[in-house]
């Protein structure tokens, strides 16, 4: 283990939560315009153009349900529900909302980043007991922002990667956090989709899979990426958080 790392076992294990809003473009309008939903609810998507044709970017949940997906067409959404609400994606906006929901969990811990796409990662070591332990800072968390309309899924685990990772793919009950982290499928490692393509074809599905072979296996076959972002993932490597620092006020 590198010096950094036995200095950290020394003053106590890192813990993370992951926050992620799944709809947060969408959100983001229900709250910022409601005069868009003046005429009821119903199934809504976030458009953007790609490669010439306008493709769907970000769903809600009844869209979701209804078979609709991500980089499906407009023209082939409209085809199977008429009655889609369609919005244009504004990356800027819902960069400038995500800030200001990194700002407002400065409440939390003084070190809380941005995690994309949609998501914030917070780093909660040494300040969980101020809310009588990291299951209720993170409910008291997700609570907070869904009282301000954010659907919201959260995740809390020893590495930022691990804890981005349980956020957006539940793995259900398992013994510890290793057995969950083991379940996790290779897409977790947030790898080029040809390296997670290339790991399944190898028989290579889950994490606990490529954690079972020799690190310099894997390299030579899938490269160091692989090895790295599994290193992250498992808490055998560092990757340093970037905080991110609000403005002060500008004082004359």
Do not use: N
């Amino acid at each position: 283990m590198a010096a950094d790392g036995r200095a950290e076992d020394a003053m106590g294990k890192r813990r993370y939560l992951a926050l992620w809003f799944p709809f947060l473009p969408i959100d983001r309008l229900r709250i910022a315009r409601p005069d868009l939903w003046a005429q009821g609810e119903g199934p809504a998507a976030v458009v953007e153009q790609v490669r010439g044709a306008m493709r769907l970017a970000t769903l809600d949940a009844d869209a979701l349900a209804l078979g609709l997906t991500p980089g499906m067409t407009l023209a082939d959404a409209r085809a199977r529900e008429p009655d889609l609400r369609v919005f244009d994606a504004d990356p800027h906006g819902d960069q400038d909302w995500l800030e200001r929901l990194c700002d407002g969990c400065s409440r939390y811990t003084p070190v809380a980043a941005l995690d994309s796409p949609f998501g914030l990662m917070l780093d909660i070591t040494g300040c969980a007991h101020l809310w009588g332990g990291e299951e209720m800072l993170a409910r008291e968390a997700a609570e907070r922002l869904e009282r301000h309309g954010m659907r919201v899924r959260h995740a809390l685990a020893g590495t930022a990667e691990g804890a981005h990772a349980l956020c957006r793919f539940p793995v259900g009950a398992a013994a510890d956090e290793d057995a969950a982290l083991r379940r996790l499928p290779v897409e977790a490692l947030r790898l080029e989709d040809e390296s997670a393509v290339a790991l399944r074809r190898s028989g290579l599905r889950t994490v606990g899979d490529l954690a079972a072979r020799p690190a310099a296996v894997l390299a030579s076959r899938f490269g160091e990426a692989a090895v790295d972002a599994l290193h992250a993932l498992l808490g055998l490597g560092r990757r340093p958080l970037a905080p991110r620092r609000s403005r002060p006020a500008i004082r004359i």
